[in-house]
């Protein structure tokens, strides 16, 4: 049976993702993720983390809000150049996580990939590095969006945490008024942004079920310590991963 090859999305489609990619990722919705995620990873003062596909530098931003030292690892000029101005405390490295991790065997205690493996051609491979360079008892956490994930319940909570938070902090009529805009400027981000997610939907290898990520996990030699479906809308598995002690 024939195989269809994807051509790897070029640098071009990343430039312009990322050229709005930043008013969504300032989006409660996200920051929660990154959020969430990074908790996971647990985060010691001075420990090593490396951040798979770091885009403009988010997460990377909360590892080291939190005291992390991280390398943010991407294929995308454009994304590392924006991440270096955001958090100029890390460390960045233009480099395709397909090929192999420029990192030494045991030297960190912790890795995140927030909606990156999933654009990986070879996800068994990336596991199977990030095992080696982990330390016994290093965490990766990862999240990708499932198979069938519907971007439009990511607006729906998007628009529901900051109701939550408009009715905690004004009156009755300010935070109608002020949702009702709220929630045109977000109708009009996630419109420009639709196109994009269709175009990733369409090309990106791995969207899978958390199962998918699981076993491979458990053949690169990992445990798994949680899977959490409740982010991005519910759209998103996220799997805690854990290196055993031995
Ligand atoms: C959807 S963005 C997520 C960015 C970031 N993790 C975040 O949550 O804000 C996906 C990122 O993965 C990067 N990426 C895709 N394929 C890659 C590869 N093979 N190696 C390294 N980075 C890759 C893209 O350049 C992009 O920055």
């Known amino acids: 049976m024939p195989v269809k090859i994807k051509p790897d999305l070029s640098a071009a489609f990343w430039r312009n993702y990322f050229r709005i990619y930043d008013r969504l990722a300032a ?26 596909g770091c885009g403009t530098g ?5 590892i080291v809000r939190r005291g992390g030292e991280v390398l943010g690892l991407d294929l995308s000029t454009f994304g590392l150049t924006r991440a270096q101005t955001k958090v100029p405390k890390a460390g960045f490295v233009k480099a395709d996580m397909d090929q192999s991790l420029p990192l030494a065997p045991g030297s ?29 008892g290093g965490r990766l956490v990862i999240s990708n969006p499932r198979r069938g ?7 729906e ?27 045109a400027i977000r109708l009009a981000d996630f419109a420009v942004f639709l196109p994009f997610q269709l175009v990733l939907k369409q090309e990106s290898p791995h969207f899978e079920h958390a199962e998918f990520w699981g076993t491979r996990a458990k053949a690169a030699g990992f445990s798994i310590e949680s899977v959490d479906n409740t982010l991005y809308g519910g759209q998103n598995d996220t799997l805690v991963l854990v290196k055993p002690l031995r």
């Open 157 to 183: 909570e998007e628009l529901q945490l900051e109701k939550e938070y408009l009715q905690m902090r004004y009156d009755w009529l300010n935070a109608k008024i002020r949702l009702a805009v709220k929630t």
């Open 149 to 155: 994930a519907f971007p439009q319940k990511i607006l």
């Open 58 to 62: 988010n997460s990377t931003a909360e």
């Open 108 to 136: 960190l205690s912790g890795a995140l990939a927030i909606n990156s493996l999933y654009l990986s051609h070879r996800p068994e491979q990336v596991l199977g590095e990030v095992f080696v360079i982990l330390k016994p």
């Open 27 to 52: 989006t409660r919705t996200n920051r929660r993720l990154i959020g969430r995620a990074v908790d996971y990873l647990r985060v010691g003062p001075g420990e090593a983390y490396l951040d798979l």
